[in-house]
């Protein structure tokens, strides 16, 4: 996992940089909302050993930008549905977040580090159970025109779990339409 996040953040230096010439970049004040779709791993410590899985992941996103030149700050939420199966009857259904992000402008690009808090859901049989926690991690937006944003985000999510350790870590691109 580590080579992925080492990977997103070599990437992001390099579209920082080819982007640093350019002193024309767009307003990113204002709301937006749309989708993300993306990969996460998922590992669960326990005295006795560790269970590690890993799937799809994708929802929705929402939330306002504040433009303050150079720099922008802002604040969303992210509702995330899973196809991780742990093992047998125990699946990962969804991640949520609530956000605060703040990033450099780069060209028609942001890039930014974000945390928050996360909550994950699970269901064991007919039973569903949740945990909260933080996340923090590492983004990349281009607006690609005045009303559409493109972008990826890693992030590394730790939940409070008594006896052992859920930590999750996720990978996903994002679309979102800005009004």
Known sequence: MKYILSAAAASALMAGTAFAGNNSSPNW????????????????????????????????????DYDLGDLVIGAGIDYDWSDIEL???????SIWRAKLRGGYKVGNGLLYATTGYTEIEASVGGFTGSEDGYFVGVGYDYMASDNMSLGGEVL??????????????TVQIRAAYRF
């Open 29 to 64: 004040t204002g709301f937006y909302a749309g989708g993300e779709l993306g990969y996460a791993n998922v590992e669960i410590g326990t005295p006795f050993g560790s269970i590690n899985s890993d799937g799809v992941i994708g929802g929705l996103i929402a939330g306002y």
């Open 87 to 93: 093992v047998p009857g125990v699946d990962v259904d």
């Open 156 to 169: 590394y999510h730790d939940y409070d779990v008594t006896g052992g350790s859920l930590e999750a870590t």
